[in-house]
């Protein structure tokens, strides 16, 4: 073979044909001979070196990826898809942060004070010019909120919330376009019902959340400062609050759960047509090209894949975030222009995936060599080292058992967990954890298969393919493993975590019970609201009560208390009453329950009612009462929302309720479980009509701690993009490793092999792997979700967290499987055999 | 178009086959009895293999019939036919042909664990017909680790292992030397006439081709029995 310069040359490491590049001893015939005249290393034109000959050969590796055929396209395809797939999933991920920035940023600029903040009026604007009333009005209709607020200009400069043209007039309002159409339709009938005012505008997208918000904002001039209802001089109050560090290692793991099944299907999708590839570069050997050279054609082969990636990428994503609005968080979807990849987070992607793309290349190069005919013969199946498998998840360990034991020794999370490192620790010990998962699923697949023998041919051929390389089917798995272990585990934490927050569940299994509170009223005002209520149509019982706590004593002999006041008729559903007139008290005591009122508020005990920081700060006084001699201890009875109502139930006459600083009024009320949705809506209705500020909201149900809420609806979306994710990439490795055995397997066919034996041996090829990475997972989600758990001091409340997790993953490999079997049916056409 | 000679084993009449605009089969014609061995031969892109697989029934002609003994092969449906290659027929070619992750000893077992022949007696049917063909060494190795020659004679014995009523043969030698391929030949019609198994033997070789009992020459798709010019 004479050696040339023709770009695939010799002289590629720019040594300029000195031989000392490895190339001279390859077979290829050229050592020891003599040059003819005119062809010698002397008179060879010198061909490029250093950064030139690095771009010669990576741009002769980015040829072959075009210039390969159909079936170079076909697979430049297959990388640029499943690359461009986690590319798209990265960008997501990258645009979380701007996201909730944005989501942050609207709330904000709408808000008038800092969250949970009471404001007396003393520190607010004094009333002019440029001032407005604000109360914050909500209804839920149809479990969905339905927010907004009651505006009262004091003058003509009064701010206007963002979104918003002009203030609505009193019997006005402003609507989000959502809300407008829901009013508009059929099925915002009955909510129409409760929003009687004119509508004479629409709230801009600057002045919400998210496209599909109800929002609205009502024109009043009834509205007075106090009460909840404030005077502002301007939108825009940040909304920050503390976030429980759990969250943040639990939002942190979310993370890497989503994350590292990218990162491997990405270094899976690079390596398509690797064998392919091989093959190539030994015939790039042969003809001389330094093993320097042939890294830097693969390099640059890679590098094209890996861009047409971004590239698929990019219109993936462009594409997905067209449907944002569809993506509910927290009960309101999503600004397609609030998902933008932060400028930092994506130029990390852009330079990452093709790094990483090369990287796994050179690293998949080991150990393949040059044959005589440009074949490449693969090395013996070496035996995959355990202990460095090992070490990764001993260093995850190693990172979480300090906090572990800490948490053991002393008290549970105590506040030093939140300001120190340890948050980052516990994240980057289950990062190294998950990630030890995926690096011990190929060791733990060869042992696995090796022990494989027998069984009918489809087992035969799926063992045998496993057993001569289970590389690439490892590799493929070990995103569904990492995702499930990691979402295993989150689950044991999240619902570990959640029990702490949550009162019983489903103690009013019927979900028709409410509730409802508002302003106190007089004793009339009571007893007509109460009628409205019992009339409203699908309700079956209401009753209406004014109440403030009560407490009698100070330190640790402080007890706590409800003083309840209504007419007998009403307190008569309350307890069990022989005998009421109108200036009684009686003490109700629950039969069996825990607290003790009558012996902890016997007759003659004071009582002090205070109020709430608002009410303090302008000083009003607490009211102070006594309980009477004449009270009568009497038993509880089940109220119309489920609950028994213990404590003192006193006459109109006996207290003067008015009197009472933010006292409430309560409503209890059981409507028709055959009616039950409907019925919640016009019990709504006339709450709506009584107090547009009157919250109703629904009793039994579990209660969510918001943010729980929120990483739980994250690890459910983005679990489910994981699996989705894993199992195209899966398909697209199972087509990929078809379309490498194309010839085998229509050879197979045509010497009448049945289609079945083959389709069954790729479920076993797929499935061995996915059941083998299932287990692990299982095992390992388990252990780190102990792990975790054990760090936060919280103990397991689900084992049975894996279930739905492992089932889903079964459901991919079926659903991989049949996706992949049109491809099998048509590469095993005889006509596959054809090679002109 | 002629008729089938009759007593032929496998005879084809009229056959037409096209890839696209390209015509591989123009009216061919071919039979083969039982015990015979046949030499299909001429230049590449003549028509040879695409006359051996509708030959098979691997592909479908788009005109022009085959018939094995009383069938129509293009009567049968995928599975019949699938069937009918399981059992009646045996297949040599140039390369590819092994199932790379199965040891040899498993790939010639395979057709008969295919047709439902438990893997013990499977691998012992094997393994005689590996020893046959001189190859019983390299039984547990697989065909990635053996000489391009051995795994060919491999190839012979998964053909034979059913004992087959025709062996289909492509280019059986292309890969080997003539050392090897001559070999493989001699093996190969050796162990066809212990079984009286017609041989469609498809090569561009002379000498290969001296191993038949008749030619026939493919050019523009036609099939001409050459046997004649060879006596």
């Given amino acids: 073979?004479?050696?040339?310069?023709?770009?695939?040359?010799?002289?590629?490491?720019?040594?300029?044909?000195?031989?000392?590049?490895?190339?001279?001893?390859?077979?290829?015939?050229?050592?020891?001979?003599?040059?003819?005249?005119?062809?010698?290393?002397?008179?060879?034109?010198?061909?490029?070196?250093?950064?030139?000959?690095?771009?010669?050969?990576?741009?002769?590796?980015?040829?072959?990826?075009?210039?390969?055929?159909?079936?170079?396209?076909?697979?430049?395809?297959?990388?640029?898809?499943?690359?461009?797939?986690?590319?798209?999933?990265?960008?997501?991920?990258?645009?979380?942060?701007?996201?909730?920035?944005?989501?942050?940023?609207?709330?904000?600029?709408?808000?008038?004070?800092?969250?949970?903040?009471?404001?007396?009026?003393?520190?607010?604007?004094?009333?002019?010019?440029?001032?407005?009333?604000?109360?914050?009005?909500?209804?839920?209709?149809?479990?969905?909120?339905?927010?907004?607020?009651?505006?009262?200009?004091?003058?003509?400069?009064?701010?206007?919330?963002?979104?918003?043209?002009?203030?609505?007039?009193?019997?006005?309002?402003?609507?989000?376009?959502?809300?407008?159409?829901?009013?508009?339709?059929?099925?915002?009938?009955?909510?129409?019902?409760?929003?009687?005012?004119?509508?004479?505008?629409?709230?801009?997208?600057?002045?919400?959340?998210?496209?599909?918000?109800?929002?609205?904002?009502?024109?009043?001039?009834?509205?007075?400062?106090?009460?909840?209802?404030?005077?502002?001089?301007?939108?825009?109050?940040?909304?920050?609050?503390?976030?429980?560090?759990?969250?943040?290692?639990?939002?942190?793991?979310?993370?890497?759960?989503?994350?590292?099944?990218?990162?491997?299907?990405?270094?899976?999708?690079?390596?398509?047509?690797?064998?392919?590839?091989?093959?190539?570069?030994?015939?790039?050997?042969?003809?001389?090209?330094?093993?320097?050279?042939?890294?830097?054609?693969?390099?640059?082969?890679?590098?094209?894949?890996?861009?047409?990636?971004?590239?698929?990428?990019?219109?993936?994503?462009?594409?997905?975030?067209?449907?944002?609005?569809?993506?509910?968080?927290r009960d309101v979807g999503v600004f397609p222009a609030d998902v933008t990849p932060a400028p930092v987070l994506a130029a990390l992607i852009a330079v990452a995936v093709p790094a990483l793309a090369v990287a796994v290349t050179l690293f998949a190069l080991r150990g393949v060599a040059a044959e005589p005919l440009g074949a490449v013969r693969e090395a013996p199946v070496r035996r995959r080292r355990l202990w460095w498998r090992l070490l990764i998840p001993a260093a995850g360990l190693a990172l979480l058992a300090p906090g572990v034991l800490q948490t053991r020794g002393a008290l549970v999370f105590g506040p030093a967990f939140a300001g120190s490192g340890q948050t980052v620790l516990a994240a980057a010990g289950a990062a190294?954890?998950?990630?030890?998962?995926?690096?011990?699923?190929?060791?733990?697949?060869?042992?696995?298969?090796?022990?494989?023998?027998?069984?009918?041919?489809?087992?035969?051929?799926?063992?045998?393919?496993?057993?001569?390389?289970?590389?690439?089917?490892?590799?493929?798995?070990?995103?569904?493993?990492?995702?499930?272990?990691?979402?295993?585990?989150?689950?044991?934490?999240?619902?570990?975590?959640?029990?702490?927050?949550?009162?019983?569940?489903?103690?009013?299994?019927?979900?028709?019970?409410?509730?409802?509170?508002?302003?106190?009223?007089?004793?009339?005002?009571?007893?007509?609201?109460?009628?409205?209520?019992?009339?409203?149509?699908?309700?079956?019982?209401?009753?209406?009560?004014?109440?403030?706590?009560?407490?009698?004593?100070?330190?640790?002999?402080?007890?706590?208390?409800?003083?309840?006041?209504?007419?007998?008729?009403?307190?008569?559903?309350?307890?069990?009453?022989?005998?009421?007139?109108?200036?009684?008290?009686?003490?109700?005591?629950?039969?069996?329950?825990?607290?003790?009122?009558?012996?902890?508020?016997?007759?003659?005990?004071?009582?002090?009612?205070?109020?709430?920081?608002?009410?303090?700060?302008?000083?009003?006084?607490?009211?102070?009462?006594?309980?009477?001699?004449?009270?009568?201890?009497?038993?509880?009875?089940?109220?119309?929302?489920?609950?028994?109502?213990?404590?003192?139930?006193?006459?109109?006459?006996?207290?003067?309720?008015?009197?009472?600083?933010?006292?409430?009024?309560?409503?209890?009320a059981r409507v028709d479980p055959a009616d039950r949705d409907d019925a919640i809506e016009r019990f709504r209705n006339t709450a709506a009509a009584i107090d547009p500020g009157m919250r109703v909201w629904r009793r039994g149900g579990v209660v969510k701690e918001d943010h729980f809420a929120a990483v739980e609806e994250g690890l459910t979306t983005g679990g489910v993009g994981v699996l989705v994710l894993v199992g195209l990439s899966l398909l697209v490795a199972t087509v990929e490793q078809l379309r490498g055995r194309r010839r085998a397997l229509s050879v197979l066919v045509a010497c009448g092999t049945n289609r079945s034996t083959l389709a069954w041996s790729v479920l076993w090829q797929t499935a061995i792997p996915v059941v083998l990475g299932l287990a692990l997972a299982t095992a390992g989600g388990l252990g780190l979700g102990r792990l975790m758990l054990a760090l936060v001091g919280e103990p397991v409340r689900d084992w049975s967290a894996f279930v739905p997790l492992v089932g889903a993953g079964a459901a991919v490999i079926v659903a991989v499987t049949l996706l992949a079997l049109p491809t099998l049916w048509r590469l095993t056409r005889p006509e596959s055999m054809r090679t002109e | 178009m002629t008729p089938a000679p009759s007593g032929s084993l496998l005879a084809a009449t009229g056959l037409r086959k096209a890839y696209g605009p390209t015509t591989a089969l123009d009216g061919a014609d071919f039979s083969v009895h039982p015990g015979e061995i046949v030499a299909v031969m001429g230049p590449s892109g003549s028509g040879k293999s695409t006359l051996l697989h509708c030959l098979a029934g691997i592909i479908r002609p788009d005109a022009g019939s085959v018939r094995y003994g009383a069938r129509k092969l293009s009567e049968l449906s995928d599975a019949e036919r699938s069937a009918l290659r399981r059992g009646e027929f045996g297949f040599v070619f140039q390369f590819g042909q092994l199932v790379p992750e199965l040891t040899c000893v498993e790939n010639v077992a395979l057709p008969l664990r295919l047709g439902g022949v438990r893997r013990k007696e499977a691998e012992q049917q094997a393994m005689r017909w590996l020893e046959r063909l001189e190859v019983a060494g390299v039984r547990g190795k697989r065909p990635g680790e053996v000489s391009g020659g051995q795994g060919q004679r491999v190839a012979v014995a998964r053909a034979l292992v059913t004992t087959p009523r025709v062996i289909f043969a492509d280019e059986p030698t292309g890969a080997l030397d003539s050392l090897n391929g001559e070999r493989v030949m001699e093996l190969l019609t050796e162990a066809a006439r212990d079984t009286r198994a017609a041989v469609v033997l498809v090569t561009h070789e002379a000498r290969v081709a001296a191993y038949s009992d008749r030619e026939v020459v493919v050019r523009d798709g036609r099939a001409r029995d050459m046997a004649g010019a060879r006596l």
């Avoid at chain 1, 979104?163 to 159409?181: K, N, T």
């Avoid at chain 1, 392919?276 to 001389?288: M, W």
């Avoid at chain 1, 690439?472 to 689950?491: C, D, L």
């Avoid at chain 1, 489903?506 to 007893?527: I, K, M, N, W």
């Fill in chain 1, 432 to 668: 190294l954890l998950l990630t030890g998962i995926a690096t011990l699923l190929p060791w733990l697949v060869q042992v696995c298969v090796a022990r494989l023998r027998g069984g009918p041919p489809a087992w035969q051929l799926a063992t045998r393919r496993l057993q001569a390389n289970s590389g690439p089917a490892a590799r493929a798995v070990a995103g569904i493993t990492v995702a499930v272990a990691g979402a295993v585990a989150v689950q044991m934490m999240v619902s570990g975590m959640r029990g702490g927050y949550e009162g019983p569940p489903g103690t009013v299994a019927s979900h028709s019970q409410l509730q409802a509170q508002y302003r106190p009223g007089t004793p009339d005002e009571l007893r007509a609201h109460t009628e409205a209520f019992r009339a409203t149509p699908g309700v079956r019982d209401a009753v209406a009560f004014v109440e403030q706590y009560a407490e009698s004593g100070k330190g640790p002999g402080r007890k706590v208390t409800t003083v309840h006041v209504a007419g007998c008729a009403t307190l008569s559903r309350l307890a069990k009453l022989d005998s009421c007139r109108d200036g009684d008290v009686f003490v109700a005591q629950e039969k069996g329950g825990d607290v003790n009122t009558a012996k902890w508020f016997p007759p003659g005990t004071e009582l002090v009612m205070d109020g709430f920081e608002e009410a303090k700060a302008q000083g009003v006084p607490a009211y102070r009462w006594t309980v009477p001699r004449t009270a009568r201890v009497v038993e509880t009875r089940t109220a119309p929302a489920g609950e028994d109502t213990y404590g003192i139930l006193a006459t109109p006459s006996a207290i003067d309720a008015r009197a009472i600083p933010d006292a409430r009024t309560t409503v209890l």
């Fill in chain 1, 1 to 329: 073979m004479t050696a040339h310069n023709d770009g695939t040359g010799n002289d590629s490491t720019g040594n300029n044909g000195a031989g000392n590049d490895g190339t001279r001893s390859d077979g290829s015939g050229r050592e020891g001979r003599a040059p003819r005249p005119g062809h010698g290393p002397a008179d060879r034109p010198a061909g490029p070196s250093g950064p030139a000959a690095w771009l010669r050969d990576l741009l002769m590796g980015a040829r072959f990826t075009a210039t390969g055929g159909r079936e170079g396209l076909v697979r430049a395809a297959l990388t640029a898809l499943a690359v461009g797939l986690g590319v798209a999933v990265l960008a997501i991920a990258a645009s979380v942060p701007q996201l909730l920035d944005a989501r942050d940023q609207r709330t904000t600029s709408r808000s008038v004070f800092p969250a949970g903040a009471d404001i007396p009026p003393d520190d607010q604007p004094r009333k002019g010019a440029g001032t407005l009333l604000y109360q914050h009005a909500a209804t839920d209709f149809r479990d969905r909120l339905v927010d907004g607020a009651i505006l009262r200009p004091e003058g003509p400069g009064a701010p206007v919330p963002p979104g918003v043209a002009a203030l609505p007039g009193p019997g006005e309002m402003v609507v989000s376009p959502a809300l407008g159409r829901l009013l508009a339709s059929d099925e915002g009938k009955l909510l129409s019902e409760r929003f009687r005012h004119r509508t004479v505008g629409t709230i801009g997208d600057a002045g919400l959340i998210g496209p599909d918000e109800l929002f609205f904002y009502l024109g009043s001039d009834r509205i007075t400062q106090g009460g909840g209802v404030v005077r502002i001089d301007g939108f825009g109050s940040s909304q920050d609050g503390p976030v429980d560090p759990r969250i943040v290692v639990l939002a942190a793991m979310v993370c890497v759960v989503l994350l590292l099944p990218v990162a491997v299907l990405i270094g899976t999708a690079v390596r398509f047509g690797g064998e392919g590839r091989e093959r190539r570069l030994a015939a790039l050997r042969l003809v001389g090209a330094g093993i320097a050279s042939t890294r830097r054609i693969a390099a640059g082969e890679a590098l094209c894949g890996a861009l047409l990636g971004l590239l698929a990428g990019a219109g993936i994503f462009l594409f997905v975030r067209g449907f944002a609005p569809h993506v509910v968080i």
